[in-house]
């Protein structure tokens, strides 16, 4: 599984962004699919996940309500996405995608981050 994330950049507060992470190889079958982040000096953290059987949706709780996970698949590549609105300044990080398959309890594999940066 080959994860690739984009969209990130600088906003003030207030202001939405959409993560995109592109999925290629086995993600198109039986993964489910996770956004996490690291703010500097802090621990990576939940952000969002969608399962792949059954499509249940997670939120980690600074975000709920605020952040929407989605994704759609075109062959062998699974798009995930994730809208965030109303940003806030403590969701300046690194944004990482990520995958595991569908039994696992272990985040297997992780894309290179992009940077979201939210101004006050």
């Known amino acids: 599984v080959q994860l690739q994330a984009s969209g990130g950049g600088s906003v003030p507060a207030g202001g939405s962004l959409r993560l995109s992470c592109t999925a290629s190889?086995?993600?198109?079958?039986?993964?489910?699919m996770g956004w996490f982040r690291q703010a500097p000096g802090k621990e990576r953290e939940f952000v969002a996940s969608i399962e792949w059987r059954g499509g249940r949706i997670m939120y980690g709780d600074s975000v709920k309500g605020r952040f929407t996970i989605s994704k759609n698949k075109a062959k062998n590549t699974v798009y995930v996405y994730l809208q965030m609105n109303s940003l806030k300044p403590d969701d300046t990080a690194i944004y990482y995608c990520?995958?595991?398959?569908?039994?696992?309890?272990?985040?297997?594999?992780w894309g290179q981050g992009t940077l979201v940066t939210v101004s006050s």
């Open positions: 990520a995958a595991r398959y569908w039994v696992s309890t272990t985040w297997e594999y």
């Open positions: 190889g086995r993600a198109g079958n039986s993964y489910d």
